[in-house]
């Protein structure tokens, strides 16, 4: 249960810096909301470590707790309670009228003791089991095969499963499986289609005059897919859905890693290398995609700084979407032992290159023409042709792209493995100096070996942690030295008195900096939960315990 309320609060966190505080007040609306937000995260933060200390507690032959584990878990748990008793006794005194609540000492005090208690997680959780994992290409078992372990992430319909890719990734159980790497990437795209429909629907009904009165709409003449989502609230909706592209677009680079080691363990061919690198850009992409509803388009002109960036950001999403497709055409086309090409799948990446040109080719020239007074670059039609072929274009991925090489991946719990031992397979994520990997736990994630390895579940969860911390000290540093009036005069110093944890990465442009570190940590926390079920499964094959289920819903 704390797993997953861990995972949902890594997306909704990312809504702090779409909601900022008013300025006028912190009782305001966005000021509650952005409160609100900041709380809930910091409350699941708690109930997820909570949850690991009790199933310690409770599960002696496979965790080692001490009384400092004890003694930690009690202060983390009063200073989450001071400091959810300061912010809404602050923010409800400043609603109706009261002016400073509590002396400033007291609440910054109170932030101190939280950061400290948050930053401590990685040193006083216990570490809980090790899991081992043996990952091969699945040549003689079945791509079908979902697995042996009755214990699945989600339950939903088979129906929808086959119509929705994503929901494969969901649906997979949470033991030993097989199952085509490539559904990650269908995933993703399902994702993009799917905010598409949501938000298009939503601003259509509610809020139509955000779609014709675009700024985008005056220079290239069409509806082009944004305009259904780039501003409040339908640009909320589609923040947290696209969230979600984080964990798929990632976990995609590990698993196209994995596969190309596996096939290739003397090294890379330079089709793998290039497969490896335009997956790393399009998960890189999925984080910078996120930015594009805090960039809005300018309402005046699309030619303003505001409309470059947020057009060029939305260009290299759509070329990196593209050369991963194409890398996997390539891949596929070079090793036909594992991959089955298909002439409609030259077609495809033939008519799918040619659909992002144009799609290129055509945003520059609009944009540039509004630049420089040129007025209305290109026919309406001609626009909305490109939108619409793209659009088909990337919804068809799944369809016509070879399914490759099927992974089989066999989980356990390390009873006599060493946990230190980081794998057999030499080639790694990346080469970080060991040193750096002992400081920093989200460094030994990117560290591991991209085949067999052992490693400790918790590592994810610390990971996370230590993202809020790197986020907290880079932003303040950015905004303290460039920024330094938006520290003083943030509207919750004058309520609260003292200096908050966000006074750093409220506003831009540290908050673009805040977003892009902190959507990592959707990455961390659901691959958390993911391996939070797999041990819950592994240790009680015949059902989960009351606790057990109580760390999967908190992750």
């Known amino acids: 249960v704390t797993a997953v309320a861990l995972a949902l609060a890594s997306n909704l966190w990312l809504l702090l810096w779409l909601i900022e505080p008013s300025r006028g007040s912190l009782g305001g609306w966005t000021g509650v909301v952005h409160t609100c937000i900041f709380l809930s995260c910091a409350l699941a933060k708690y109930l997820c470590a909570l949850a690991f200390y009790l199933q310690a507690l409770y599960d002696e032959k496979n965790f080692n707790v001490q009384r400092s584990n004890t003694v930690f878990i009690v202060v983390y748990g009063f200073s989450v309670t001071l400091l959810a008793a300061t912010y809404l006794y602050g923010m409800f005194a400043d609603r109706f009228g009261e002016g400073l609540a509590l002396p400033s000492w007291m609440t910054q005090s109170v ?11 990685t040193s ?16 003689n078992i079945p791509a079908e ?5 009755r214990t699945r992430m989600c339950t939903c319909p088979k129906w929808l499963e086959r119509v929705l890719p994503f929901v494969s990734v969901l ?10 790497p490539r ?21 259509y009904t509610f809020f139509p005059a955000q779609i014709e009165d675009h700024p985008a ?10 305009f259904g989502w780039d501003f409040a609230p339908a640009s909320w909706v589609a923040l947290l859905l696209c969230s979600m592209n984080v964990l798929f677009t990632w976990r995609y680079v590990w698993l196209e890693e994995t596969c190309a080691t596996l096939l290739s363990p003397n090294g890379l061919t330079g089709v793998q290398t290039f497969g490896k690198v335009t997956a790393v850009a399009l998960a890189l992409a999925s984080n910078l995609w996120l930015l594009l509803w805090l960039i809005e388009p300018s309402r005046g002109s699309l030619g303003g700084w505001t409309g470059v960036v947020h057009t060029c950001i939305f260009l290299s999403c759509a070329l990196a979407k593209y050369l ?6 390539l891949q596929a086309l070079y090793d036909e032992k594992n991959f089955n090409v298909q002439r409609s799948n030259t077609v495809f990446i033939v008519v799918y290159g040619f659909s992002v040109t144009l799609l290129a080719a055509t945003y520059l020239y609009g944009m540039f023409a509004d630049r420089f007074g040129e007025g209305l670059a290109l026919p309406s039609w001609m626009t909305q042709s490109v939108d619409v072929l793209w659009i088909a274009c990337v919804c068809s991925i799944t369809s016509f792209c070879a399914k490759g090489p099927a992974l089989h991946v066999t989980q356990e719990i390390a009873l006599n493995i060493p946990a230190e031992s980081q794998g057999e397979v030499r080639t790694r994520m990346c080469t970080c100096p060991k040193w750096l990997e002992r400081v920093l736990p989200f460094v030994s ?12 579940p918790r590592m994810y969860l610390s990971a996370s942690n230590q993202v809020f911390g790197c986020t907290l000290i880079v932003t303040w540093l950015m905004t303290y030295t460039f920024f330094p009036a938006q520290i003083e005069d943030h509207p919750a110093k004058r309520i609260i008195g003292s200096y908050n944890p966000c006074f750093g990465w409220d506003f831009a442009p540290a908050s673009w900096v805040a977003l892009l570190l902190c959507s990592m940590n959707v990455l961390f926390t659901w691959r958390y939960v993911w391996l939070e079920e797999t041990c819950a499964t592994l240790l009680s094959p015949n059902g989960l315990t009351g606790v057990q289920t109580f760390g999967k819903v908190t992750a």
């Open 111 to 121: 932030d101190v003791l939280w950061i400290a208690c948050v930053c401590s997680i």
């Open 445 to 456: 994630v990117l560290n591991a070996p991209a085949g067999t390895h052992t490693f400790y």
């Open 145 to 149: 095969s979902q697995g042996e372990v």
């Open 124 to 139: 006083f959780c216990a570490k809980g089991p090790a899991l081992h994992v043996t990952q091969e290409i699945a040549l």
């Open 324 to 329: 991963c497709a194409l890398a996997f055409y």
């Open 171 to 180: 649906n997979a159980p949470a033991g030993t499986h097989t199952f085509y």
């Open 183 to 203: 559904m990650y990437l269908s995933a993703s795209n399902q994702v993009f289609g799917c905010t598409l429909i949501v938000t298009w629907l939503m601003t």
């Open 217 to 226: 709409k005056r220079i290239i003449g069409s509806y082009n897919p944004c």
